[in-house]
């Protein structure tokens, strides 16, 4: 007997195929990706189905995602949705430095990107939405942590430590984020990517109830040469 946690599971990687593939798939292709016996497969498919959720084409024998479904979620990335001034704020940044500009918010042990402004430079920083940063090693997260007290940051570390696989050391932590309230910011030069660097700052903005962070992320070199700058600019829209 299939559990609910193993549905749930399947059903995330059916949509997630969909998104990899971008195309109709057939029910085998479906219960082969999903490594489940084609029964599982198919009472997915029905349910899914039912809840229109998926459409079939019978002439084909494919699926797809509904517009149903596709709008259920489209609201999250809606422009609508972001706090308008901070939008505009974060197009003048991108323009006056010419990095990629992101706004995040923190998920549990991550920082989720929300918001992007791409870089026109041809050697760039590349963030998407929904891209996920560890909280305890990018510059967005330690930003993040700044804005804590170091007893909050220490239970928020000892709850990750039993689950994560590796952690930074607390005292490590505690020193960059100290160091993010004297100068303001955060700067971390290969926390995430090795030859990536990002500049953030907690803003005064809230989304659903959750604070935003803003970064200037690119090329290593290119922004530990241009940091007292950078560092500067992006300190204006606190």
């Not at 084609?38 to 084409?57: G, Q, V």
Request: hydrophobic share 45%.
């Amino acid at each position: 007997m299939v559990s609910v946690s193993q549905s749930v599971t399947r059903c995330f990687q059916l949509f997630a195929l969909f998104a990899d593939r971008q195309t109709g798939l057939t029910a085998a292709e479906i219960a082969e990706h999903l490594n489940a016996p084609r029964s599982s497969s198919a009472a997915l498919l029905k349910e899914l189905s039912d809840l229109s959720m998926l459409s079939l084409n019978r002439r084909t024998l494919t699926y797809l995602p509904t517009l149903k479904f596709a709008q259920l979620g489209a609201w999250l990335t809606n422009p609508a949705h972001f706090p308008e001034h901070l939008g505009q704020v974060m197009e003048e940044l991108q323009h006056d430095c010419g990095e990629t500009v992101t706004a995040s918010w923190p998920i549990e042990h991550e920082m989720e990107i929300i918001r992007v402004v791409k870089s026109r430079n041809p050697i760039s920083f590349v963030a998407e939405l929904g891209q996920r940063l560890p909280l305890w090693s990018s510059a967005v997260g330690t930003a993040f942590l700044a804005s804590l007290t170091n007893a909050q940051i220490g239970a928020r570390w000892e709850k990750d430590r039993r689950r994560l696989e590796a952690i930074p050391d607390l005292d490590a932590i505690l020193d960059r984020a100290a160091s993010a309230r004297a100068a303001g910011h955060a700067a971390v030069h290969g926390g995430v990517f090795e030859d990536a660097s990002a500049i953030a700052t907690l803003v005064d903005y809230e989304l659903d109830g959750r604070p935003l962070v803003v970064s200037i992320a690119g090329p290593r070199a290119r922004i530990v040469r241009n940091e007292a700058d950078l560092g500067a600019l992006i300190d204006t829209i606190r």
